[in-house]
């Protein structure tokens, strides 16, 4: 982490209830779960996408198509991440055509990463819907994308950093407000 911990935003009982109310959100608005296909945005994604498919399975009996979307090589800031970016497996086993297609990621900041992932999705066939869950909208957007399903809402500033943590992947399950820490020269 690139900073100083000033809050925490979310806890694992937070995080858990957000992503029970994305679960209910879905069917409600997708008026049930016919033709509704999750695919996490990988890293943090996948494992948010994992739960809203047990919540959604837990309370509808049905455990919807599960998909993992490695957006990597459609980044337009690829040039300035790595020199040789580590590129994962994007794993969709179903066919997209004429379903609704809920993308699933953990922030939602400037939306690069949001325009990605529909770019990478497109490439994938012609979904009806694509729709957009995140457990965190920290706002600053600079394309015009917005989230259909928001675990919370967080208004921050340019210097704060929104870290979240998931057990599957940090050993800790927490969302922390964090303030850039001032990088020496």
């Known amino acids: ?9 979310l806890d694992a009982d937070g995080i858990r209830r957000a992503i029970t109310r994305i679960a209910h959100e879905i069917v409600e608005k997708n008026k049930g779960t016919d033709g509704v296909v999750l695919i996490g945005i990988r890293r943090r994604g996948v494992p ?31 040039s300035r991440i790595d020199v040789q970016p580590v590129v994962h497996q994007t794993e969709v086993p179903f066919p997209i055509e004429g379903k ?6 953990d922030v939602l900041f400037t939306g690069r990463t949001a325009r990605a992932a529909l770019d990478a999705t497109m490439d994938l066939g012609r979904a009806e819907k694509i729709q957009l869950a995140v457990l965190v909208d920290r706002g600053h957007r600079e394309l015009p994308i917005r989230a259909d399903y928001v675990g919370k809402n967080l208004p921050t500033s340019s210097r704060e950093i929104v870290s979240v943590c998931i057990q599957e992947i940090d050993e800790a399950e927490e969302v922390l407000l964090l303030e850039r820490s001032e990088q020496k020269k």
């Open 48 to 78: 948010l996408a994992e739960r809203i498919r047990q919540r959604i399975e837990e309370f509808e009996g049905v455990k919807l198509p599960l998909g993992i979307l490695d957006i990597t090589l459609y980044r337009d800031d690829l």
């Open 100 to 105: 609704t297609v809920v993308l699933v990621d």
């Open 1 to 9: 982490m690139e900073g100083i911990a000033k809050s925490k935003i």
